[in-house]
């Protein structure tokens, strides 16, 4: 299950036994909204500005590290501790647009995260290139395309990734279809004279 038996957080060894596993996505949610390790985990903070390398580089570097990772984390009960911890802290406290912290209950609806405009267009423009053909399929394309980089951009702030694929799937499927048709016809014009 584990690459290796070793805290993911503090690189403390482990037995199989002691690994306390927390999903990828709870860890992503928590790396998206300000968990910070090297400011929580005492082991960690000596590693503080080791190599020149700034504190908010190290926490950038780390925050990437969660985003891009496939599996989930296996942490020593100290480090789980902490997060857990700070998870619990965090869920009811809630940032405001002032950037003031404004305290919620459990019970409040979370925030959904919009949807790419860009990611819409492309799904309805594609929808359109069943009557408008091409003029309305590589449109649709193009914005497909600019979507999916505006969304993994985003890092989670934006969704619509099934619409971009929508439209791009639709529009190049529609587009090629259109372009045979034309060919095919042009094609048996030709011959027919």
């Known amino acids: 299950m584990y690459r290796n038996l070793n805290c ?17 996505r709870e860890m992503q949610d928590a790396a998206r909204a300000g968990f910070n390790p090297f ?15 700034s504190d908010e580089e190290h926490y950038r570097h780390w925050r990437q ?14 480090c789980a501790l ?3 911890a700070w998870r619990a802290k965090s869920i009811y406290q809630r940032p405001t647009s002032a950037g003031t912290i404004q305290e919620s209950t459990p019970f409040q609806r979370p925030v959904l ?8 267009a492309s799904f309805i423009l594609s929808l359109l290139s069943l009557c408008g ?13 600019i ?3 505006k969304i993994d951009e985003s890092e989670g702030q934006t969704r619509g990734k099934g619409f971009a694929w929508a439209g791009i799937i639709v529009g190049l499927v529609i587009s090629v279809i259109l372009i045979c048709l034309v060919l095919v016809a042009l094609l048996s014009n030709t011959s027919a004279q």
């Open 8 to 24: 993911d957080l503090c690189n403390r060894p482990l037995s199989a036994s002691e690994v306390i596993r927390i999903p990828l």
């Open 39 to 53: 400011t929580c985990i005492d082991d960690l903070i000596p590693l503080k500005g080791i190599g020149g390398i």
């Open 65 to 78: 590290m969660v985003m891009n990772d496939t599996t989930d984390w296996g942490l020593c009960s100290s």
């Open 82 to 84: 902490v997060f857990r």
């Open 113 to 120: 995260v919009p949807l790419n405009k860009w990611a819409l």
């Open 133 to 145: 053909g091409i003029l309305t399929g590589i449109p649709a394309i193009v914005l497909g395309i």
């Open 147 to 149: 979507a999916l980089r």
